[in-house]
């Protein structure tokens, strides 16, 4: 069979334990034998990593500026023990920290739906894409423990000297205080990628705030967010047929539980971060959230929304069998590669992605698949697989299917 062909390289963001396993998995049973396939390789592994300073990371996110399209492994954000384990020169930053900050992008997180696994909520049918803001708030926040009776204030000196105050509160006794700020140019982009990425998935827009409690903080996302929907995606939304609906965020919560799915919702930092768990968790597995990061000029990474799944990796070392789930892993190299084609108007690559996503979700559908979806699964006679004869398994269906 004639492999497909490809004319710009994907950026290749290789990383750790059990999902770097997996990755290569991936790669000799589903791609390779398909695609011929065109990568810039950059080792995110933290070994890497480490000896590079971690500079392998900021050029990996360079290389995405230069092709658009990165597909990334899951990494170690190291931590005291890891500093450790590894032998560290330093405890390097969260590589998708860096490359978040480097691209000034958003998270977009989704759950491939399948038959079988059916989410908590019984009127999702549609998958909710899930927008968090990255920046700012009381992620950024100043705090302090208020020990006695005393006044408290918000004060600004502009760079000419001139003092604006606000008082916060004047207290009688202890308390706590904390000050938190966003950026006009921070929200400006979470809004056009949010936007941009609804045209590019004809999915609607729901954004929520607190405005009538928080006039001026929050009122300034609404209007950041209606000012770029009004003046550069209207036209393209009501072409489209798609909506973008404010709302607040206690009515938001309510309709998103009423709700059929199959649209984006857009969160502010604190809220993307509670209701993106909800969210995984009430459609049933992390192992099946897909996850992109959209950056407003038009580059995109991809991956899956879990870790390296240290514990099967450690049962992996020692010789043992594991069942771990490369679902999400493999919907970040379809959704890499579909993106690719529609950037170079490759159709024989776009419709690749497009089979590989059906041939993974119907070997689900069979009743082969991998312990944590045979644990919550609604289908009978459930054959239970090991991470590579999962992987083989879809490979044998692809065959069939092309
Ligand atoms: P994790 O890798 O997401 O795994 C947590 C647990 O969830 C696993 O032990 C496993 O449960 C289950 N799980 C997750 N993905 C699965 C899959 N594909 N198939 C089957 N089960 C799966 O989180 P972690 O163990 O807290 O973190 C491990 C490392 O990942 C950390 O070093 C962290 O820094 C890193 N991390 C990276 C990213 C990223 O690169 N995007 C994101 C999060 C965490 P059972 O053990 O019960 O089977
Ligand atoms: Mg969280």
Redesign the pocket.
């Known amino acids: 069979m004639e492999r497909i062909k490809m004319t710009t390289p994907l950026v290749e963001m290789d990383?750790d334990e059990m999902t770097r396993i997996l990755w290569q998995m991936i790669k000799d049973e589903l791609i390779l034998p398909f695609v011929d396939l065109k990568t810039e390789y950059y080792d995110l592994g933290l070994e890497n990593r480490d000896r590079t300073n971690d500079q392998v990371t900021i050029d990996s996110a360079e290389a995405t500026k230069k092709y658009g399209v990165a597909v990334k492994c899951?990494?170690?954000?190291p931590n005291a023990a890891?500093v450790k384990e590894y032998n560290l020169k330093e405890m390097w930053k969260s590589p998708?920290g860096t490359i978040r900050a480097l691209l000034d992008g958003t998270v977009f997180r989704a759950p491939i739906i399948v038959n079988g696994i059916e989410p908590y909520v019984k009127t999702w049918k549609k998958p909710i894409t899930l927008a968090r803001h990255a920046y700012g708030d009381v992620y950024k926040a100043s705090e302090m423990v208020i020990p006695g009776a005393g006044k408290a204030e918000l004060v600004y000196t502009a760079e000419d000297g001139t003092v604006s105050r606000e008082l916060v509160h004047t207290f009688k006794g202890a308390g706590v205080l904390q000050g938190m700020h966003n950026l006009d140019d921070s929200i400006d982009s979470f809004a056009k990628s949010c936007f941009q990425y609804a045209l590019d998935t004809n999915q609607d827009v729901w954004f929520a705030t607190k405005d009538t409690i928080s006039k001026k903080y929050d009122h300034r996302f609404k209007d950041i967010f209606e000012e770029i929907y009004e003046t550069e995606f209207k036209a393209a939304f009501e072409e489209k047929g798609l909506k973008y609906f404010y709302t607040l965020i206690d009515d938001a919560v309510a309709r998103v539980v009423k709700s059929e799915g199959g649209f984006i919702w857009a969160c502010k930092n604190y809220d993307g971060d509670v209701m993106s768990d909800l969210v995984a968790t009430a459609f049933g597995s992390?192992?099946m959230m897909t996850s992109v990061l959209v950056s407003p000029h038009g580059y995109y990474e991809y991956?899956a929304a879990?870790?390296?799944?240290?514990?099967?990796y450690y049962k992996h070392l020692k010789g043992e069998e594991t069942s771990?789930?490369s679902m999400?892993t493999i919907f970040a190299w379809s959704g890499a590669l579909r993106k690719r084609g529609e950037m170079d108007g490759l159709t024989e690559l776009i419709r690749f992605a497009d089979v590989l996503e059906k041939a993974s979700i119907q070997t689900i559908e069979s009743g082969k698949m991998?312990k944590?979806l045979a644990l919550i699964t609604d289908l009978k006679d459930v054959t239970v697989l090991n991470s590579g004869d999962f992987i083989r398994e879809i490979r044998a269906e692809m065959e069939s299917m092309l």
């Open positions: 990383g899951a990494t170690i954000t890891r998708n992390l192992a991956e879990h870790g390296t799944v240290q514990r099967h771990t789930n999400a991998t944590d």
